[in-house]
């Protein structure tokens, strides 16, 4: 009866294996199924209960993962030169690339005429950045970066979100403090 | 003491209503922990942590978590200061009454389960440990020397017959509410609901068939004093003992009835929304929830009553233990008492964990899958048990 497709053996193609009445029954599936979700209960139900974290979960804003790859795209910093100031030209290459337009740049003189301009305002609205790296690709001058890390990159505002030059110049990741703390895994 | 108001005796009056106030309270906590349960035990299952975020802020930067319970009223109050969206209905007044058919049934089945066994005031307040309580022992010590009661809000010689009538108007909730709502998943929802409630109900019928023969009785009282008697002075008579088939069969049936995760076609979240209750927003969804929660321990109660025995713990007799090897532990009538009520409660626990893991174990069945299991397995073999119980009582039975 079934549809041969011209050029293909004929076999069947869906699975219909013919299953015992054990199997149909089903009760012996559930008691299988059920055995093995009540393995992992049990186990992280002891861990729980001798003080351990159970489960195989990163709190996040207090834990940070150890295995984090070199190449992972995290935080952004500025990149200072030897007297403090921005690496930055203000030349808005990253601004236009940006394809969430987080990034809000205002130029002002510099006070070297080889440089010309520097950034007043330098502002990165990280709830909105999609960490493309777009922005370090496109810097002319090295001057903007990733780290590897993603630590405190949380707010309970959407405006403690927006980190402007200072924070951004700043190597150390910033402590938020806002961030959870005391809570009861 | 023996007052009377309106040919009602005012002592039995306040003990009942006590304990209709204490046995509905304990179904909505038991429904609120169900819903805390759904949250951290599928956490436990799936190698997570759960809800913990959610937090009474304290000082000195601690957090008041409470292992996720405060998830839940963050639940309740969200849900009540949500929009109260309306859907253009023909009826509103079926749109809103069928949260109640799915919410009550499940409660007021549970006033003819018996909790533990009878109880004596006057006896049970002379244990040492109740001693504290200021002036109940002297009360009923010296007022009512004799009065005892069943922890059980309504004695009806109808019991098991009662728990179906009212268990069968739950699925109007949700073909009242598939209706009403004014919407295609809705109604296929209601639809699923009805067609999967007539197949589950003649076979988890014809199970409880069985029980009521080998028992001869539809008092769940009697039911539940008949299992704690022993077989051959060692073995409990307990439903999963005398009928094991049955146990299983109704297992399955009320897994189904409760619209839970094998068989949650009426509510398939990748096939039609929500079901049913698509249509309903903030508190009203949120009812309809308890009411599935509060569902679970109901069949957890079922099960317990009907197949484990109710509240009677294994060679438990008035007076204490009584081994079958001999011994004898003499225990006190509160002590009697707070052991039967615990041994339903672990029950109860128990089968309300187990129907969670389920839950967060299987797959969704086919709704051809469902309907093959539900005709052409589980019917079979309930009528197969059915003969064979028929045929064992008729030829003297236990």
């Given at each position: 009866m079934s549809y041969q497709i011209p050029g293909l053996p004929d076999m069947e193609y869906v699975d219909r294996r013919k299953r015992s009445f054990i199997v149909q029954l089903y009760y012996r599936e559930i008691a299988r199924g059920v055995w093995i979700t009540t393995k992992h209960f049990f186990r992280n139900l002891w861990k729980w209960s001798t003080f351990r974290k159970g489960g195989c979960v990163v709190l996040y804003p207090e834990e940070t993962r150890p295995d984090?790859?070199?190449?992972?795209?995290?935080?952004?910093?500025?990149?200072?030169?030897?007297?403090?100031?921005p690496r930055c030209v203000a030349c808005k290459m990253c601004?236009?690339?940006?394809?969430?337009?987080?990034?809000?740049?205002?130029?002002?003189?510099?006070?070297?005429?080889?440089?010309?301009?520097?950034?007043?305002?330098?502002?990165?609205?990280?709830?909105?950045?999609?960490?493309?790296?777009?922005?370090?690709?496109?810097?002319?001058?090295?001057?903007?970066?990733?780290?590897?890390?993603?630590?405190?990159?949380?707010?309970y505002n959407r405006f403690k979100?927006?980190?402007?030059?200072?924070?951004?110049?700043?190597?150390?990741?910033?402590?938020?403090?806002?961030?959870?703390?005391g809570y009861n895994p | 003491m023996e007052s009377s108001f309106l040919g009602i005796n005012t002592v039995h009056?306040?003990?009942?209503l006590f304990l209709a106030g204490a046995i509905f309270?304990?179904?909505?906590?038991?429904?609120?922990?169900?819903?805390?349960?759904?949250?951290?035990?599928?956490?436990?299952?799936?190698?997570?942590?759960?809800?913990?975020?959610?937090?009474?802020?304290?000082?000195?930067?601690?957090?008041?978590?409470?292992?996720?319970?405060?998830?839940?009223?963050?639940?309740?109050?969200?849900?009540?200061?949500?929009?109260?969206?309306?859907?253009?209905?023909?009826?509103?007044?079926?749109?809103?009454?069928?949260?109640?058919?799915?919410?009550?049934?499940?409660?007021?089945?549970?006033?003819?389960?018996?909790?533990a066994g009878v109880v004596k005031p006057a006896v049970l307040f002379q244990a040492w440990y109740l001693k504290w309580i200021p002036w109940l022992p002297e009360y009923f010590a010296n007022n009512l020397p004799d009065f005892s009661f069943r922890l059980q809000v309504a004695n009806l010689n109808v019991g098991l017959l009662f728990i179906f009538a009212v268990g069968g108007i739950n699925v109007f909730g949700a073909i009242l509410a598939g209706w009403s709502s004014n919407n295609k998943f809705s109604m296929m929802g209601g639809?699923?609901?009805?067609?999967?409630?007539?197949?589950y109900e003649v076979s988890m019928g014809l199970a409880l068939l069985g029980i009521i023969f080998i028992y001869q009785n539809v008092d769940i009282w009697n039911l539940v004093q008949a299992q704690s008697e022993?077989?051959?002075g060692w073995l409990p008579k307990w439903g999963i003992f005398l009928q094991p088939l049955a146990f299983f069969l109704f297992f399955a049936a009320a897994v189904a009835e409760n619209k839970r995760m094998p068989f949650d076609m009426p509510e398939a979240e990748s096939e039609i929304i929500s079901g049913y209750f698509t249509e309903y927003s903030g508190f009203k969804m949120l009812l309809f929830m308890f009411a599935e929660f509060i569902e679970i321990v109901f069949v957890a109660i079922m099960l317990t009553t009907l197949f484990f025995g109710g509240y009677s713990v294994p060679w438990l007799l008035g007076n204490g233990f009584h081994f079958p090897?001999?011994?004898?532990?003499?225990?006190?009538?509160?002590?009697?008492?707070?052991?039967?009520?615990?041994?339903?409660?672990?029950?109860?626990?128990?089968?309300?964990?187990?129907?969670?893991?389920?839950r967060w174990s299987l797959p969704r069945f086919r709704y051809d899958q469902l309907m093959h299991l539900g005709w052409k397995i589980l019917l079979p073999l309930a009528i197969i048990n059915l003969i064979i119980t028929i045929i064992i009582v008729a030829l003297g039975g236990f």
């Amino acid at each position: 009866m079934s549809y041969q497709i011209p050029g293909l053996p004929d076999m069947e193609y869906v699975d219909r294996r013919k299953r015992s009445f054990i199997v149909q029954l089903y009760y012996r599936e559930i008691a299988r199924g059920v055995w093995i979700t009540t393995k992992h209960f049990f186990r992280n139900l002891w861990k729980w209960s001798t003080f351990r974290k159970g489960g195989c979960v990163v709190l996040y804003p207090e834990e940070t993962r150890p295995d984090m790859s070199p190449n992972n795209r995290g935080r952004h910093v500025l990149v200072q030169r030897s007297n403090g100031e921005p690496r930055c030209v203000a030349c808005k290459m990253c601004a236009t690339v940006c394809p969430a337009e987080c990034i809000t740049i205002e130029a002002e003189e510099s006070a070297d005429s080889n440089i010309q301009k520097k950034p007043k305002v330098f502002e990165i609205d990280v709830s909105r950045c999609i960490f493309c790296g777009f922005c370090v690709e496109a810097c002319p001058v090295d001057a903007i970066r990733m780290l590897a890390t993603t630590e405190n990159l949380v707010g309970y505002n959407r405006f403690k979100m927006i980190y402007d030059k200072e924070t951004l110049l700043n190597w150390n990741p910033v402590v938020n403090d806002d961030v959870v703390n005391g809570y009861n895994p | 003491m023996e007052s009377s108001f309106l040919g009602i005796n005012t002592v039995h009056f306040w003990t009942y209503l006590f304990l209709a106030g204490a046995i509905f309270m304990f179904m909505f906590l038991m429904g609120a922990v169900m819903s805390w349960s759904e949250r951290k035990q599928s956490a436990q299952i799936q190698d997570r942590l759960g809800a913990n975020r959610a937090a009474i802020p304290l000082p000195f930067g601690k957090k008041f978590a409470m292992l996720g319970f405060i998830n839940n009223m963050a639940d309740a109050i969200k849900c009540l200061v949500k929009e109260n969206f309306n859907p253009k209905t023909e009826n509103k007044v079926i749109y809103n009454m069928a949260i109640f058919f799915a919410f009550i049934p499940a409660v007021l089945a549970v006033a003819v389960v018996p909790f533990a066994g009878v109880v004596k005031p006057a006896v049970l307040f002379q244990a040492w440990y109740l001693k504290w309580i200021p002036w109940l022992p002297e009360y009923f010590a010296n007022n009512l020397p004799d009065f005892s009661f069943r922890l059980q809000v309504a004695n009806l010689n109808v019991g098991l017959l009662f728990i179906f009538a009212v268990g069968g108007i739950n699925v109007f909730g949700a073909i009242l509410a598939g209706w009403s709502s004014n919407n295609k998943f809705s109604m296929m929802g209601g639809m699923r609901s009805a067609a999967q409630m007539i197949s589950y109900e003649v076979s988890m019928g014809l199970a409880l068939l069985g029980i009521i023969f080998i028992y001869q009785n539809v008092d769940i009282w009697n039911l539940v004093q008949a299992q704690s008697e022993l077989a051959w002075g060692w073995l409990p008579k307990w439903g999963i003992f005398l009928q094991p088939l049955a146990f299983f069969l109704f297992f399955a049936a009320a897994v189904a009835e409760n619209k839970r995760m094998p068989f949650d076609m009426p509510e398939a979240e990748s096939e039609i929304i929500s079901g049913y209750f698509t249509e309903y927003s903030g508190f009203k969804m949120l009812l309809f929830m308890f009411a599935e929660f509060i569902e679970i321990v109901f069949v957890a109660i079922m099960l317990t009553t009907l197949f484990f025995g109710g509240y009677s713990v294994p060679w438990l007799l008035g007076n204490g233990f009584h081994f079958p090897w001999g011994g004898t532990i003499a225990l006190s009538h509160a002590s009697v008492v707070i052991l039967q009520i615990l041994s339903f409660q672990i029950k109860v626990f128990f089968f309300c964990w187990l129907l969670q893991q389920m839950r967060w174990s299987l797959p969704r069945f086919r709704y051809d899958q469902l309907m093959h299991l539900g005709w052409k397995i589980l019917l079979p073999l309930a009528i197969i048990n059915l003969i064979i119980t028929i045929i064992i009582v008729a030829l003297g039975g236990f």
